[in-house]
């Protein structure tokens, strides 16, 4: 009895689907940081929620691999999407101890969701690579270093064709949505409203895969760095090897030396301070001038200076005088008279 009334008392499939997916909204929408509380309790509500609805999908055996699109009711096929949402949720946690993590569970969700609308011919799209089908492309990948410029440009026109039919099914959602909140859509309308859900959640899967798997490549060059750099840190950290002298035997050493200088048994610090305590320094023995002493020796050199300078002015003057009594008395041409007219 009380097994039948806890059973009451959980919610039901689509009260699960419903506020998950409302949750969602808002953490999309939210105008606070992502990394705030408010933002990040919605993000674990949700993935709480989402967890529940898939765990009640897996027992009530909804989708089967085998079954075609048309062969699922109108009203499950937003099931469908529950991956998808475990995904765009799991991207919105902000942990940075445990990024790596949540990208890759991230990863798993939206892969989790192409996979099923693969099998269910919900788009045409081609399935990106996992960890099962890589292993088998990676000796083609290999032979090519970089990727060449057909696979580039037809990669971006692939961007481009899946951004303008993201958009164009938005703008269809919108148009129907009303219909749907109103609940005065048919069957078929409710059909055409989740299918265009399921191919625009198609595209944004795509696109975060993209995204994740260029960000995971980041991450891990990044932490192989630092494992090249910590290694090197630690090898240059070893304490330095004894010099060691490379002859045959003891005896050779003995009798014919090394056969070069022998290491050094001092520093240079230790050098200056052994002959700086015996006196034998050159510098020693002098007698150093006092502050006193030398600021009187350096305004004795400047008055020097400047008295040799007045007196340099004194000849200056006195030969310019001079010159100016030499040219009075010899006028221009005065010494030159022989070839006059």
Known sequence: MMAAEDE?????????????????????????????????????????????????????????????????????????????????????????????DHLQRAREHFINYLTECRCHHVAEFELPKTKDNSAENHTANSSMAYPSLVAMASQRQAKIERYKQKKELEHRLSTMKSAMESGQADDERVR???????????????????????????LRERDSSREASTSNASRLERPPMKPFILTRNTAQAKVFGAGYP???????????????????????????????????????????????QEDDDEQTLYRAREWDDWKDTRPRGYGNRQNMG
């Open 8 to 100: 009451l008392l959980l919610p039901r499939l689509p009260e699960l689907f419903e506020t998950s997916k409302q949750l969602l909204d808002e953490v999309e929408g939210a105008t606070e940081p992502a990394g705030s509380q408010i933002v990040q309790e919605k993000v674990f509500q949700g993935l709480d929620l989402l967890e529940k609805a898939a765990e009640m999908l897996k027992q009530l055996d909804l989708f089967s691999r085998n079954e075609d699109l048309e062969e699922i009711a109108s009203t499950a096929l937003k099931y469908l999407l529950v991956p998808a949402f475990q995904g765009a949720l799991t991207m919105k946690q902000i942990n940075p101890s445990k990024h790596l």
């Open 262 to 308: 022998s290491p050094a048994t001092m520093t240079v610090s230790d050098w200056y301070e052994q002959h700086r305590k015996c006196g034998a320094l050159p510098d020693q023995g002098i007698v150093k001038e006092t502050p006193e002493e030398e600021f009187r020796k350096a305004a004795q050199q400047q008055e020097n200076q400047e008295k040799k």
């Open 192 to 218: 055409e409203y989740y299918l265009i859900h399921l191919q625009r959640w198609i595209d944004i899967s795509l696109e975060e895969i993209e995204s994740i798997d260029q960000e995971i490549k980041i």
